[in-house]
Structures are given as C-alpha cells and as structure tokens.
C-alpha cells in the first residue's frame, strides 16, 4: 500500500493496473488522453502492450480480441469516441469478453465541448449498442473512487464476461487527490473461469451461475467466437428457442451477481424528509447542499449511486423514507427517470444543473429550492 | 467434458469441423475452391512440422467469405463487419505466439473495413489477410462494391456504377506490407502457393483471391451459368512471374494480373515492438 497524489485519468489507469491489465488499445480524445498516456508509460514497462489504433472502433475491437487472447484489456475514451465504440459494446455482450470500456464524460452532443465537463452520457452508457443486454456502469466520485471502482469494473467483467463502462467525467479526470494504491494481495482481483485443456464441444455451454468458462485461443479449444446468435456449440442458431435462451442468459448473468455489482452510499438518511440524489462528480456538491439544508433545518438526506446499472431497486428504495427525492444530476434529468419509477409512492423531482464546469453549491441549491 | 467426434472421409477432414458441412455457399461459388487450397496449404505446412495448428486463429467479419470460420477446425472468431483485422491485431499483440488469418470478402475488407486495412499494412502488422474479391455485396442480395466495375447495374446503382473500382493490391503495396500477392479460383495451385509461402513468413500477409459468384454478380453481368462465369474469369487472367506493381491490373477488360508483387522480410510490428525478442 502506498499513498501518492493523483489525477482521476492516473487513477483509473493505476486501478487498472492492479486489476491486472495487459492490454490497452486507445485512440486520443479529451479529456481521456492522460489515462492511455500515462499507460503507453508504465505499462509498457510492467510487460503489457499499449497501441494508438487508427480510431475508436479498432481500439474497441482490438481489446476484445485481446480479452480472447487470455488478457486483461480495456480502452478509455469520450463521448465522440464512445459512440463510435457501440457495435463493439455489442460483441463483447454477445461473445462474453470481459473488457472495460472507460468513458470520460465531456458536454455534447457531437464534438460539444471537448475540455469541459458533462454526466448527458450515463443513459448512453446503459444502451449504447443494440439489442437486449445490460452492461454495468460504474460512477466514481473521486480520484480514490476512480481507482477503487475501476477495480471493481475489471472483477465485475471477469466475474460474468460481460463488458463494464467507468463513467467518469472532465472534472473527475482532471482534479488532484491523494490516492491509496494497493499491493498485490491487498484487493481482491477476480480471474475468469477457463475450461479443462483440449476441443471445448460446448464453448457456450454456461455452468449454475450462467457464465461459461472461457476457452482462450491458443491452448487447442478450437472455440468459435461468434458475433450471430449461437447455441452452446457456438453454431449460428436463427430460432427463436436460441435467441430466448442465449439473450435471456447473457442478461440474468448479470442480474443474479446485482448484489456484487451493485452499491451506493448514503447519508443522513435515517431521519431524512427530503432525499438528495445524486453520482458522479456532482453528487460532491449535493453532498454540501446536503448538510446546508440540515444546518437550515431541513432533514434532508442524500444518496449516491456508485454503481448506475444496473440499479438495485429494491435497496435504492429502502435507503430512505423521505417522502420527497430530489434527483441532482448534470443533465436535463436523465437517472431522475429511474427514480422516478423507483420511487414511485413519493414525490420525485428533477433538479438538473446544465453547467460545463462542477455544479456550484448556490447553482445546486437554487435547482434544489425550487422542489423544497 | 464431450467427447469431439469427428467424422472423416477427405485427407482434409481432419483440418475441417466436418459437422458443419456442406458449406453454405452456392453452386459456381469460388469460395470453396479457395478454402480447399488454403487448407492443402496448411496440411504441407503441418506435414513439415512448420506450422502449430492449436496457434492458428480464423478471423472474420461479416459476408458470404467470413463465414469460411464455420469450417477450419482452429480457434475462430466471427465478428463484425469490417472490424477482423482490428480483432485479430489485439489478439496477436496479447499473444504473439497466435498466427492469425483474416479472410474477408472485398466489401469487408476494402469496403467497410478499408481503414484497418490500411493501417495493419502500415504498421506491417503480423498476420495473414486474404480478400476474396467477387466484385459486390454477395450476402445482402448484390449491391455496388467498392472493387465493381464501372457501368455495371447492381440493385443500388440500377443505372450503371458511376464510381471506379478500387485495386487493393497496389494500395496495399503502397504501404509497408511484407508480402502482396494475387490469384484467382481459376488458377488454385497460385493460391495455395501464395497462401503456404505466407504462412512462414513475418509481417503484414496479403493475397487477394479474385472469385466468382454466378449467383450474385453473374446475374449482373449476363454470366449466370457458373461454368461460363468461371471460363470467362479464367479467360481474363494473366499470370506474371514477377510482375511490378505497375502491372497489377484487375480490369474486366483489360485483363487481370495475378502474381506475386511484394515480398520482403521487414521487421514486423511484433519485431519491433519486442525489439527482436518476441516469440
């Protein structure tokens, strides 16, 4: 364990690193440039490859490749990028490639504000690339987070073979803080499960948890990763019986590991009257708001969702009693739709702050009065 | 663990997931004439004892050609369209001990997939890229192709092509590739050949493998009868010894070069980036 000062972008990169990482494929963006940086320099030297592709879409494909090959592999990017890496989030979905994709938030749509901050990404995330899935995001709201929760996106993606997004944002990147590092056998790192040596008749075959070992290439398993949906076999399997049963697995997967996957953090919550929530680099202004409004003699309480999907509805609901939530979020409102639905017995409203920097205490306060 | 039986009946078979067969592709199709020297290749190469099957990777993307993954018995990945060679490079960066074989249609390859093209070139990046070239989109029902001639009808240019056809041979060797050949299904022995040569060696691998599709592109070109089509591309082309890249035609007209028009032994991408160690 070792304490040093440290940017977010540095700290998923660290985070990566203790998670395993072998292989990183990037293609230059803002604000994410510093995480492939900062790895094209110690990676390298740690045995692990680095390369600038020729775009997002070879970056996405080439790290799944990767993740086929035996290694640990991710790519980090923004925005523009990131919508350039949907058919990829795909495939890795539909083959069962355990990669991390990294998205550093910045204003949109289209080339919007490259240097400037955003959280318009976070439905983006969750449904990025086409057809029945679920892909699990994780939002840090610090440096120390952002190593934290990048390890967690390496285990969750190894743990059900499945992609996983860390969604950070431009302030989250760029802001300095002392960061933890662990030693090998300080944190927990999941490995995927492999198959016995020899031809893998059923590649595709999954075991009680719905996750089949992963044959990888070059140890004779003879696998055929395959992009049409397939049986156990991995054969091209057009019927419906197929479909059902593979699209169905790839999604309960997930959803049976929701209480490893899951988490969020609360606050003041036990006698709350009104529910503050929040993620990411805004929710450490709400969190001021937060004590402001008990300092004025509002109870108000506050919930940070550190994971942001899947959601744990059933946990998100018992986190509190307030019969007001007040969801804050750097968008026109988009994690207020689930609360919205979660919440469905109380008063839920949306207080969006649209600011290209980190959401002051008087702009979040002002969105919140509104409500109160 | 299941046992994998497989049946045998061909010398071949044993390189083949023979479950699988017959292959999915039309009657007059060059894609399998292809395969079977690819595989001819590669049982020379197994019988010297130059070649590890259990490192050999079949990547593909999407098209009539990419589905040749369904049938060599190695590691094979079926992808998306255009994005095999990006695949296959993360792949062999994370394991250069895999020999990877990319084997597209010219619309993955040159069409979709052009980029990656370019850039695995580039960075004569280690593997082996095979572009079977029919001259249109054959799975999606016969649209325009960026290697169709111009003037010819196809259902998305009902009026004739207004564009010329791309030569990926001669972009290819253009950029830093350490082996560019050509060869047709009317002349197999070039193409296992080409393919077997391939195979020993290091760098960025290219064979285009000029093919015929009666079904599709024969109902373009008034040449529905396979045996028609096939003797009026074997009419067309012209094998050169060593021809230069200046001569690599690929023209209806004018005539089609086949040949071996690049072969070098630069150091490959995985070379350099373990400065001589890898492997």
């Known amino acids: 364990m070792k304490k040093v000062f440290a940017s977010g972008n540095m700290a998923v990169a660290e985070g990566a690193i203790t998670a395993g990482l072998k292989f990183y494929a990037g293609y230059p963006i803002t604000p994410s440039s510093e995480i492939f940086e900062y790895l094209a320099e110690k990676l390298s030297k740690l045995g692990g490859i680095v390369i600038q592709m020729e775009d997002e879409i070879a970056s996405i494909n080439a790290i799944i490749g990767a993740s086929w090959a035996g290694v640990k592999a991710m790519t980090a990017t923004s925005g523009p990028g990131f919508s350039l890496m949907a058919e990829g989030i795909g495939l890795a979905v539909i083959t069962e490639a355990p990669i991390v994709v990294v998205n550093v938030m910045r204003a949109g749509p289209s080339t919007g504000v490259p240097t400037k901050t955003s959280q318009s990404d976070v439905l983006q995330a969750r449904w990025l690339s086409h057809g029945d899935y679920i892909v699990p995001c994780y939002a840090p709201w610090n440096v120390q987070e952002a190593y934290d929760l990048t390890i967690k996106a390496f285990n969750t993606a190894e743990l059900v073979r499945n992609p996983v997004v860390v969604l950070t944002d431009q302030v989250i990147a760029h802001m300095w803080e002392s960061l933890t590092i662990y030693e090998p056998g300080e944190v927990e790192i999941i490995n995927r499960k492999l198959p016995p040596p020899g031809p893998t008749a059923y590649p595709y075959k999954p075991d009680d948890d719905l996750v089949p070992p992963m044959p990888i290439f070059g140890r004779g398993h003879k696998v055929i990763v395959e992009s049409l949906i397939h049986d156990e076999r991995g054969f091209y ?33 036990e006698d709350a009257e009104v529910l503050l929530v929040s993620y990411g680099s805004t929710a450490r202004t709400v969190n001021v708001i937060a004590k402001e409004l008990r300092k004025k003699g509002i109870k108000a309480g506050f919930l940070r969702l550190k994971t942001l999907w899947p959601l744990d509805e059933n946990k998100i609901r018992r986190s509190s009693k307030a019969k007001k939530v007040i969801v804050v979020e750097n968008n026109l409102g988009k994690i207020y739709m689930d609360m919205d ?30 409500w109160l | 663990m299941a046992v994998v039986v ?17 292959t999915i592709y039309c009657p007059g199709c060059g894609i399998g004439i292809a395969l079977g020297a690819f595989m001819r290749a590669i049982d020379r ?68 997939g052009g980029n990656h093209l370019i850039h695995a070139a580039r960075r004569n990046a280690d593997m082996i890229v095979v572009m079977i070239t029919n001259f249109v989109y054959a799975m999606t029902g016969g649209q325009v192709a960026p290697t169709t001639p111009i003037g010819v009808r196809t259902t998305t240019t009902p009026h004739g092509n207004p564009e010329y056809p791309m030569n990926a041979v001669k972009l290819v060797a253009s950029l830093n590739a350490n082996y560019v050949a050509r060869a047709s ?32 592109y024969g109902r373009h070109i008034g040449l529905r009868d396979p045996l028609e089509m096939f003797l009026e591309l074997k009419k067309r082309v012209k094998y050169k010894p060593r021809p230069s890249i200046e001569e690599a035609e690929i023209d209806w007209e004018k005539g089609i070069v086949i040949g071996e028009f690049i072969e070098r032994n630069n150091p490959s991408l995985l070379d350099i980036l373990f400065k001589g160690v890898s492997k």
């Open chain 2, 185 to 216: 299904v009317t002349t197999p022995h070039y193409i296992e050949q080409y393919f077997y040569k391939a195979l020993g060696m290091r760098g960025f691998r290219f064979i285009e493998v000029v093919s015929t599709c009666p079904e599709i």
């Open chain 2, 6 to 22: 497989k049946p045998q009946i061909h010398p071949l078979d044993k390189y083949l997931r023979t479950e699988r067969l017959p």
């Open chain 1, 341 to 370: 639905r979660i919440f469905k017995d109380r008063e839920v409203y949306s207080a969006p702050v649209l600011s290209l920097e980190l959401p002051t205490p008087q702009e979040v306060m002002e969105a919140v009065e509104v």
């Open chain 1, 237 to 269: 399997a057009p019927r419906t019986e197929d479909y059902r049963e593979l699209v169905k697995r790839l999604t309960l997967k997930v959803l049976r590991r929701l209480d490893y996957i899951y988490e969020q953090e609360t606050k003041f919550c």
């Open chain 2, 45 to 112: 190469r197994v019988n010297e004892g130059t070649l590890d099957l259990n490192k050999v990777i079949w990547v593909t993307g999407i098209g009539c050609t990419a589905r040749s993954v369904f049938y060599p018995w190695v590691d094979g990945a079926h992808v998306l369209h255009g994005r095999a060679i990006a695949f296959a490079m993360g792949a062999v960066l994370a394991n250069p001990e895999l020999l990877a074989i990319v084997v597209g249609g010219d619309g993955d390859i040159a069409g979709i």
